[in-house]
């Protein structure tokens, strides 16, 4: 089925794993490369950041949108994840975006999921220990998506920078032939990271989103300062998370940019703050790489 969006472009929208095969398949016999956004919905500009370098970079893109339930450990956390099919289509017609997968899960897991798969290192901190299982969820459906897809480049948002690290070591240690690029963190104007659990937040807790970058850039402005000692640079960034009204901290730690191993003496540039903390009952993730005094990088 094909959609006109406002760009102008067809947007072919496909249930079933072996119709986005055919669509991929008759681009590749033209000779057109693939890009791929792998989404869960609740598409916001954050997303938009990605389907545009994805339209930049490559000939054809593919979006999908799957509520994968293998990466929630609690079912009331799945059965309220926002979901809206009709306005994110509308969102990635009107990008330009070229394909729409839109798999439902008895399309994705027809059976019981034997095969899990599992990393170790990049997963023992930061999410990966606050939420057993999660990324063992995400790597088995990225690796699904990627055989259905068979994208040339995959984009992932560094807001998500665990994730990112995750699938890179995935690809390389698979010898898969995907290129996976991460995108700068897309940001509000106050600074808050687009996430689909914004839209979760209370009218309360809302203005309050704004102060976990602050405290992230704060933290930096000290490494800047020449505070490169952990045990400071931390005890600064959760005393500053710790004064916002409602918040409850998850994690709030520094970790090496490659590894994602935690570092206890001293910081340096790559290294990234990361954290998560609940706002109310809404988890909500940031992180900041440490950057060169005056880099723009960050």
Not at 73 to 78: A, I, N, T, V
Not at 179 to 195: D, F, H, K, L
Not at 205 to 216: G, M
Request: glycine share 6%; net charge negative; with cysteine.
């Amino acid at each position: 089925m094909f959609y006109l969006g406002e760009s102008g472009s067809m947007l072919s929208v496909n249930r079933r794993i072996s119709d986005i095969r055919s669509q991929v398949a008759d681009w590749r016999s033209s000779g057109r490369t693939v890009g791929f956004v792998p989404t869960m919905g609740a598409l916001h500009e954050g997303h938009g950041a990605l389907i545009r370098a994805s339209i930049e970079h490559c000939d054809r893109t593919v979006v999908s949108i799957f509520v994968n339930p293998l990466q929630f450990d609690r079912k009331e956390d799945l059965l309220t994840y926002p979901r809206d099919d009709k306005a994110d289509q509308a969102f990635i017609e009107d990008l330009g975006a070229h394909a729409l997968f839109l798999p439902s899960v008895e399309e994705m897991y027809p059976q019981e999921q034997w095969t899990i798969l599992t990393q170790k290192t990049i997963t023992n901190n930061l999410d990966g220990q606050a939420r057993p299982g999660f990324f063992d969820g995400i790597l088995t459906v990225v690796l699904k998506l990627f055989h259905m897809v068979s994208p040339d480049v995959a984009f992932f948002g560094l807001k998500d920078y665990q994730q990112v690290a995750v699938i890179r070591r995935m690809v390389a240690d698979l010898n898969m032939e995907v290129e996976i690029r991460g995108i700068p963190t897309a940001r509000e104007a106050s600074g808050v990271a687009y996430a689909s659990r914004n839209k979760l937040l209370s009218e309360d807790d809302r203005p309050h989103a704004a102060l976990l970058y602050q405290a992230l850039q704060a933290t930096e402005a000290q490494f800047h300062q020449g505070i490169d000692d952990v045990d400071i640079l931390l005890d600064g960034l959760r005393n500053a998370l710790a004064t916002i009204p409602n918040a409850r901290i998850d994690y709030a730690d520094l970790v090496d940019g490659v590894s994602l191993q935690l570092k206890t003496k001293k910081a340096s540039v790559g290294d990234v703050l990361a954290l998560a903390v609940y706002l109310g009952s809404v988890r909500l993730i940031d992180n900041l790489i440490l950057s060169e005094k005056n880099s723009f990088l960050s």
